[in-house]
């Protein structure tokens, strides 16, 4: 099984999709953790690396952190006066280079409450993040500072094998 985690996505999302763990269900799961990755990896030339698990572990639990108090600010923002919110556009510079590593931090952006990933430059060098609450140019910098910091940091750890 060379595509091992796509697998075991595949089986546990058939299951969870459809409420069941019944035989029949638990074969479909079975073929399609086994089928589909096979079919499919003719269309995914690169595949990723993981190089640091614990690191990964350690974004996770840092994002799932962050998901929870971005969610009580953002419905604290909401909630009060509409004229405390100032959305902002602001250019993340990235010193990512693996794609896959860059589809995971516009992921992480656009998953936590209050920010979105809106565009990617040309030359993969800036990351466009829509921000819920940047009210100045000193809230900016310490949003592009938290992001390449708390997510690009650890990203580098696990994806690039030049990251130290």
Wanted: charged share 20%.
């Amino acid at each position: 099984m060379k595509h091992l985690l796509l697998s075991l996505a595949l089986f546990v999302a058939w299951l969870t999709l459809n409420e069941s763990v019944s035989v029949g269900n638990l074969l479909l799961a079975t073929l399609f953790a086994i089928v589909l990755p096979w079919v499919t990896a003719r269309w995914r030339p690169e595949q990723p690396r993981i190089r640091r698990l614990g690191v990964a572990l350690r974004l996770g639990f840092t994002i799932l952190g962050d998901i929870v108090k971005s969610n009580i600010a953002v419905a604290r923002l909401i909630l009060g006066d509409e004229r405390r919110i100032t959305p902002r556009f602001v250019w993340v510079p990235l010193s990512l280079r693996d794609r896959h590593a860059i589809v995971t931090l516009a992921g992480i952006v656009t998953m936590t409450p209050g920010t979105l990933s809106a565009d990617l430059s040309d030359d993969h060098r800036h990351l466009l993040v829509h921000a819920f609450d940047v009210d100045d140019d000193a809230a900016q910098a310490a949003l592009i500072a938290d992001i390449q910091q708390r997510y690009e940091a650890p990203l580098r750890l696990i994806f690039e094998k030049d990251a130290t």
